[in-house]
């Protein structure tokens, strides 16, 4: 990336997986100016501030409110919680980007399940949105995340395992590719720095350094929290309608209904080998070769965050 230029790096104050904040730490380590879209200045957006980002409020909801967040930058890291209202966030950014005559890079953070019909409706949508950045003529790379988030292992099960040793899903006896939502961000700022290396196609996919199944999770929670964990599959039915209690208790922290409808959607699509899409689930090397870092793997991340998961007392 050349010196001098400006990326605006949008959800930079985003909670679950915390991709945006270390996109701009790590672009301010690099030297490279940011510019992060806030919605509001609280202490989250004073974090960036401190780190040497220009701080722009506006609203993804509104594309009257994005016109000097995008005026002059050269590159955009565009990510959004995985919840309703992405295409309109795509349209809103797309329409800002149009009036005011600028061209910037894109760098999309996505799902794998970013296909046209995948069982989960914010997958579906998730790629209906990057159509639109595409329809609008934007210089877009799309990075679809094929994997779980090691931090949705909280999000979900936190509760059961505390309460119960249990986790129950839909995902059946099938393997899921597992991925650290900061190396995934790193994946981004390696896109933002290094453009080259994805210049030979729009869409490319980063599977998890690793692939397991549910046995063998609660295998690590086992060895983590030297007590038995165990593992029952449900169906999508009964899991959904156990989301929905959790999103609706004290405990929920960020689950809500529409992330929970998602992710019940995508159990369902593992344990039945639908919609893979293009997604590559084999090259579990691919972080690595881009990043030259060794990823986080299940067994750090529940290592590093064990007292999440231990009875409270």
Known sequence: MESGVTVLVTGATGRHG???AYVVRRLREHGIPVRALVRRLDERSERAAA????????????HRSLASAVDGVSSVYFTFPVDAGIVPAAANYAQA??????????VVMSMGPATPTHPSHLGRHQWLSEQVLQWAGLDVTILRMAAMFHED?????????RTESMIRNCFGENPVS?????????FC???????????????HYLPGPEVLDFHQITKVFGEVL??????????????LAELLDLAASPHAGLLKPDMARHITACGHAVANSLERGNADYSDTGLFRRVTGRE???????????ADLFRPER
Do not use: C, M
Request: hydrophobic share 45%; proline share 7%; net charge negative.
């Open 178 to 186: 597992w991925l650290n939502a900061l190396d995934a961000a790193e």
């Open 189 to 203: 700022v390696a896109a933002l720095l290094r453009p080259e290396l994805f210049a030979d196609k729009a869409a």
């Open 51 to 62: 780190l040497g980002a220009e701080l722009v409020v506006g609203d993804l909801a509104d």
């Open 97 to 106: 980007v149009r009036e005011t005559g600028g061209s910037p890079r894109t």
């Open 153 to 161: 292992i909280p999000l979900l099960w936190k509760h059961s395992v």
């Open 226 to 239: 030297d007590r038995p964990v165990g593992f029952e599959p449900i169906s999508r039915e009964a899991w």
């Open 295 to 305: 990823p986080v793997l299940v067994q750090d991340f529940l290592t590093s965050n």
């Open 18 to 20: 915390g991709t945006g």
